[in-house]
């Protein structure tokens, strides 16, 4: 069983890091995906008084205008939800040298298990959720409805090992657009929210034999959502 120290460990994870095969990072997609489903559950009342979920879907301005006006059967009101870029947050990150370790009660294998990983990066990830509808009305419901969301954050469980913040950046005013093949004008409003997140590392694991292994982080977030891993 080999001997480690902490600085031993460093190395060997940075050389099985730098040496590891290709993933597809998954990150943005998950984090845009749980964010969607939390803000996805809005509805509003319409004029005849009956109350009707609002669809959210993945796209910029440029694609939800085309959408609206590709058919005039498209439903308003409507939501779209862009990523809009990050920055590196400088208060929070941590130097390349600090390990992350956490250990679990691995419960299919009944003993604990160590894991550990580099120091993932911080960053501000910026989103935008327009908000598409014919009434000026429809519109003020559903703003009013995404700003209590945040109170004054809106916790983001990618996992729950994960948790990160968002916060509100700003309302656009709201403004009016011709879109093809629609004889009404359709009202937009924006909202920019900013998610103060971790990009994360790969993360290593402490085998029986005392060797350190390497381990795709999804899987590891999946061990710990289904209860395979318990925190200690």
């Known amino acids: 069983m080999a001997l480690w120290d902490i ?23 998950s984090l845009t995906t749980r964010i969607k489903e939390l803000l996805g559950d809005l509805k509003v009342l319409k004029g005849d008084e009956t109350v009707v979920n609002v669809d959210m879907i993945y796209a910029n301005p440029e694609r939800a205008v085309a959408k609206i006006s590709e058919s005039k059967n498209t439903i308003l009101p409507l939501m779209s939800i862009q990523f809009d870029g990050l920055r590196s947050d400088n208060l929070r ?10 250990k679990f009660w691995d419960v299919s294998k009944q003993r604990a ?10 960053v501000n990830l910026t989103y935008v959720v327009n908000v598409w509808g014919k009434y ?7 703003t009013e409805q995404l700003a209590l969301k945040f109170r004054p954050n809106l916790p983001v469980d990618v996992s729950e090992s ?16 011709t879109a093809e093949n629609r004889e009404d004008r359709v009202v937009k409003r ?13 993360v290593f694991r402490f085998t029986n034999t005392g ?5 795709n982080y999804e899987v590891y977030t999946e061990l710990v959502s289904d209860g395979t891993l318990i925190p200690l």
């Open 7 to 29: 600085e031993n460990v460093r190395q060997e994870i940075l050389k099985l890091s730098q040496t590891a095969s290709y993933r597809p990072p998954n990150f943005y997609r």
């Open 93 to 102: 990150r941590r130097p390349m040298e600090n390990i992350v370790e956490r």
């Open 113 to 122: 298990v160590r894991f550990m990983a580099l120091a993932p990066v911080a």
């Open 136 to 142: 000026i009305e429809e519109v003020n419901q559903l």
């Open 162 to 177: 994960a948790v990160y913040q968002a916060f509100i950046l700003d309302f656009g005013e709201a403004t009016s657009l």
């Open 190 to 202: 924006t909202l920019r929210f900013e998610v103060q997140s971790y990009i994360p590392s790969d």
């Open 211 to 215: 060797e350190i292994a390497s381990m």
